[in-house]
């Protein structure tokens, strides 16, 4: 058994409310990973809507990672959602045209969307119903992000985050324990051997699951 195909849109085929992300991406600038679903009460092909201000000029990417879960309605607020604060006013005067774009002639339009980056969600990130992400954040490999919470700054691997702005609750285990299962990234493991070793990514035997890494030829 090799589990699940990930390249199945809806790999429960009762509930088609739920799909495997990546088969449902259109737009060249969100990549998203292996197994990795969304879950929405209406439609799933809601999530490139839920993607919001992500302008192609700009360039900015959403990158998402491997057995990511992300319930309905998560949104993420993309570069073009920035305006600039450092002059009187924030409004982007020259995006309307009618002259007003020749009088900031020499200015690049995208000076006016301040880029933080990148959006990166790790691996084995869990994303509760109506959360926020903010532009530019970075969520580490298996951390939970709390049902509206409003994530605006890096969240930690294996954190607990929830509220509005978000603060960690809890890590999910001990520093070194984060460390241990951050070197064994069991999610870069081929299909065969994660189905082969499931009771140990069901449990909290990180010793087991160290013991195995290097096993079956992997």
């Not at 949104?75 to 002059?87: D, R, S, V």
């Not at 006016?112 to 509760?128: C, L, N, R």
């Not at 978000?166 to 070197?183: C, G, P």
Request: net charge negative; aromatic share 10%; hydrophobic share 40%.
């Amino acid at each position: 058994m090799h589990g699940p195909d990930p390249a199945t849109l809806h790999p429960l085929p009762h509930h088609r409310r739920l799909v495997f992300l990546k088969n449902l991406i259109t737009r060249p600038n969100i990549i998203v990973g292996d197994y990795t679903y969304y879950d929405d009460l209406d439609d799933p092909a809601n999530f490139e809507r839920n993607v919001l201000y992500h302008f192609d000029f700009l360039g900015d990417r959403l990158i998402i990672g491997k057995f990511c879960a992300l319930a309905s309605g998560v949104k993420f607020i993309m570069n073009g959602g920035n305006h600039e604060t450092a002059p009187i006013s924030t409004y982007p005067f020259a995006i309307f045209g009618g002259g007003w774009e020749t009088l900031m002639a020499g200015q690049d339009v995208r000076d006016k969307y301040p880029s933080k980056g990148d959006t990166v969600v790790g691996h084995d990130v869990w994303i509760g119903h109506e959360a926020t992400i903010m532009p530019g954040v970075h969520i580490g490999n298996g951390a939970v992000v709390a049902t509206k919470a409003v994530v605006t700054r890096h969240v930690p691997a294996y954190a607990i985050v929830a509220g509005n702005p978000a603060q960690v609750l809890r890590f999910r285990f001990d520093e070194a324990t984060v460390e241990r299962l951050n070197r064994l990234a069991w999610w870069d493991w081929p299909a065969q051997k994660i189905t082969r070793h499931l009771h140990l990514l069901n449990a909290a035997d990180v010793d087991a699951l160290e013991q195995v890494a290097g096993s079956d030829g992997w």
